[in-house]
């Protein structure tokens, strides 16, 4: 089945500092990648579409200058958390999308993060 | 706005007993359907999509435009099975996903 990298799987960053996180799909070329934050016990809420070479698509409320996403190839897309803060603290996960694979996302790990 | 209802937080069932799991949903377009699985510590799976029409892992989820509902169906529940459960609604003009609250699934010996 297809695989979808994400990196780091937890990272612990003081206030203020930025953190990328990338998402790469291991053995497809994914059409589109999407970017989820998940609180504890919670659903996943759809921060951003990500298209290769075009800009994100930002949901209502997402701050884009916040989180920064880049989607330079069909298999990386990266999610910057710039100048984070305790309140951006939270699991990140990414998934992908393949073009006419019956519309199926495939989703990475996840990525813990802890700003203190 | 499309809108995804998954009324359990939790269910918790004994091992051999049937489970069902319940999905509504609203949407304005025609719908497309999955059911996704976490198990703990593991990343989100596909468990099936009412497209395919098929049973995997026992479970079966059968798509009710009337009724505007999915649920999810398993005879018999296996201990296994003991995972998070999301339904989740593809809105097919930017091919977003519109994912339920979740249901948290408790499989007792």
């Known amino acids: 089945g297809a695989v979808v990298s994400q990196h780091p799987s937890w990272v612990i960053c003081k206030s203020g500092t930025s953190v990328k ?10 059409t589109t990648m999407f970017w989820y934050r998940q609180f504890p016990k ?16 930002y949901e209502q409320g997402v701050e884009k200058d916040k989180f920064l996403i880049n ?7 990266t999610l910057t958390v710039t100048s984070a803060h305790p309140e951006d603290s939270s699991f990140y996960i990414c998934s992908a999308r393949v073009a006419g694979r019956w519309n199926i ?8 993060l802890s700003v203190l | 706005a499309q809108r995804v209802t998954q009324p359990e937080k939790l269910l918790s069932v004994f091992k051999g007993a049937p489970v069902e799991l319940k ?3 609203s949407y304005s377009g025609s719908p497309e359907l999955f059911w996704y699985v976490q198990y703990s510590r593991q990343r989100l799976q596909l468990l099936l999509r009412h497209i395919s029409r098929e049973s995997i892992k026992g ?6 435009k009337g009724e ?21 609604l593809l809105v097919l ?4 996903l519109s994912f339920g609250a979740g249901t948290t699934v408790t499989v007792r010996a």
């Open chain 2, 68 to 88: 505007t509902s999915f649920h999810l169906k398993k005879p018999f529940a296996q201990e296994e099975d003991s995972a998070m459960y999301y339904c989740a």
């Open chain 1, 71 to 77: 989607h330079a190839s069909l298999t990386l897309s």
């Open chain 1, 105 to 112: 996302q495939y989703f990475g790990a996840g990525t813990r």
């Open chain 2, 23 to 25: 999905c509504n949903y």
């Open chain 2, 93 to 96: 003009n930017d091919y977003k």
């Open chain 2, 59 to 64: 479970f079966t989820a059968d798509l009710n």
């Open chain 1, 42 to 57: 919670q659903s996943l809420m759809l921060m951003a579409t990500s298209n290769e070479g075009s800009k994100a698509t």
């Open chain 1, 21 to 30: 996180i990338e998402c790469r799909s291991l053995d497809f070329q994914a």
